[in-house]
């Protein structure tokens, strides 16, 4: 077998023939597979399976302890407040508001004093800024997730 190639390999050193192993319906033969010969992988493919494995597992691990405290703490802020949209208020963002939140001085140099939830330190020019618009109902999340969740199982089917 070769080191490195795209293809998978007999016991015999050939291109594995998957038609050998498929009944006429494109199913699994167990049967078939037993007598012709088990799947050899050259080691690109072995090493390919375990880094991409490996990465995720380490992607996930790292998030989880090093941004774990506060995607916890986003979300529960998240899920305890609302927007001022929602409560039926409207706070313009004023010029004055912008440079405060900011960190430039004002013309009185007075910083903006935040109450609330405007008091979060996550509560940024960002945050300030969408809060301007309307929030997207919780259903269209939810229809999205689950339409793309039937694309992925008839596309993988």
């Known amino acids: 077998m070769p080191i490195l190639s795209a293809s998978v390999f007999d016991n015999t050193g050939k291109a594995y023939d998957v038609s050998r192993i498929l009944r006429a319906d494109f199913t699994f033969d167990a049967a078939a597979y037993q007598t012709y010969s088990l799947v050899f992988l050259p080691i690109t493919y072995v090493l390919s399976y375990a880094l ?5 597992t380490a992607l996930l691990t790292h ?3 090093w941004h774990g405290k506060d995607i916890l703490e986003q979300t529960r802020e998240s899920l305890r ?7 039926g208020s ?3 963002l004023s010029a004055r508001s912008t440079d405060a939140l900011l960190g430039n001085r004002a013309g009185d140099g007075s910083k903006l004093q935040l109450t609330g939830r405007k008091s979060s330190p996550y509560y940024d020019v960002h945050n300030r800024l969408s809060d301007r618009y309307p929030d997207v109902p919780m259903s269209w999340y939810l229809s999205t ?3 793309m969740l039937v694309i992925g199982m008839f596309l993988v089917e």
């Open 81 to 87: 407040t609302e927007s001022p949209l929602t409560q």
């Open 63 to 65: 998030t989880c302890l």
């Open 145 to 147: 997730g689950f339409t």
């Open 90 to 92: 409207y706070d313009p």
């Open 52 to 56: 991409q494995f490996a990465s995720l």
